[in-house]
């Protein structure tokens, strides 16, 4: 366990009547890329801030490099680099005056910060915009800041919240590439969160959250394998009829997702001619797709990413009437 990059056991965070953070437990070995996915509001920014001693537990224990976060603060913030899930640069500094400005508060010895901040600015190939105010940086260039930021005191293990947000999918796939290129090429354990699943599947290994609960931990690989079917949607013309049916003929367990009938079934592509064949309603379309990490997520929870944000959107908004209504 000393050895591990991030120890926790059975972590909780409750704020008030809700339970963020429900009881975790994990382990992340030096040097991996590990990521949280899971949909808004499943509690990866909790669990994020209390590794990185900014949300002290509620109960259970974490430990970040060896240290505890409770009763070693200190020594854990000198050892991890944090990427906040918003941004928090200075807009109307220069790159280079938010990199010193980090140095500072770092207490860094004065002597090594040129070389570090050269080195850090180059990986994220942000040198030769050094001086220009962060006001006038992308988006994506913005990120890339932030990511050398965060890596400028040489830190053991850094935190990435949703690094990916809001950016538009080339942008993504550029941050993405940065964060490989760290995960191979610098001794750093790298812990980030997304609610992406196709950016998860870059991970080595993941942790799938949901309601403030881990339900399944692996390799993507293995995760998508342990679901053993392929997912098929339909729409047809009497959703209802059709769940009767599928059970009844095919002893399917279907449900509605993404207002589509959906269910798994091994072998796919040999099902649905029997489907159409056998199943006794209208079909409209179907869509066939192999097992991939939303599917995991819908056999641990009964629901996909999408609708699981959806509903928690929802509830926000059902909040935000009642609010107004008071
Ligand atoms: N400071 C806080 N006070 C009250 N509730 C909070 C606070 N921070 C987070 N929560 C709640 O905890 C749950 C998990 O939030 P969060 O960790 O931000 O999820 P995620 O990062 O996965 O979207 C949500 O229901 C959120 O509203
Ligand atoms: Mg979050």
């Excluded at 409770?70 to 899930?85: K, T």
């Excluded at 950016?167 to 760290?182: A, E």
């Excluded at 869509?287 to 509903?311: C, H, Q």
């Amino acid at each position: 366990m000393q050895d591990a990059a991030i120890s926790v056991q059975g972590l909780v965070k409750r704020y008030g009547e809700i339970e963020a953070v429900a009881g975790i437990e994990f382990e992340v070995p030096k040097g991996e890329l590990f990521g949280f996915l899971g949909p808004n509001g499943a509690g990866k920014s909790t669990t994020i801030s209390m590794l990185c001693t900014l949300v002290r537990p509620t109960a259970g224990r974490a430990f970040v490099g060896g240290y505890d976060v409770v009763s070693e603060r200190d020594a854990v913030r000198r050892h991890i680099g944090l990427v906040f899930q918003d941004t928090t640069l200075d807009g109307y500094l220069s790159a280079e005056q938010n990199l010193r400005l980090h140095a500072e508060l770092y207490g860094m010895p004065r002597e090594h910060v040129p070389a570090r901040l050269q080195e850090v600015l180059e990986m994220m190939e942000l040198w030769e915009r050094r001086k220009t105010l962060v006001n006038h940086f992308s988006g994506g260039m913005k990120r890339r800041l932030e990511i050398a930021r965060g890596l400028l005191h040489s830190p053991r293990v850094l935190f990435l919240d949703e690094p990916t947000i809001g950016l538009d999918p080339q942008t993504r796939s550029s941050i993405w590439s940065y964060i490989r290129r760290l995960e191979t090429e610098q001794d750093i354990t790298i812990f980030l969160t997304t609610h992406y699943m196709d950016e998860a599947e870059y991970c080595r290994r993941i942790a799938i959250m949901d309601r403030g609960r881990i339900v399944a931990l692996d390799t993507p690989d293995a995760l998508k394998a342990s679901v053993g079917k392929d997912r098929v949607q339909i729409h047809t013309e009497n959703d209802e009829a059709t769940i009767v049916a599928l059970r009844e003929r095919f002893g399917l367990d279907a449900q509605i997702a993404e207002n589509l009938v959906t269910f798994g079934v091994a072998e796919g592509e040999q099902f649905v001619p029997r489907l159409f064949a056998e199943l006794g309603q209208q079909i409209r379309s179907v869509n066939l797709s192999r097992p991939s990490l939303d599917d995991v997520f819908m056999s641990y929870t009964g629901k996909t990413i999408r609708d699981a944000e959806a509903s928690s959107t929802d509830q926000l908004r059902q909040m935000a009437t009642m609010w107004k209504r008071r």
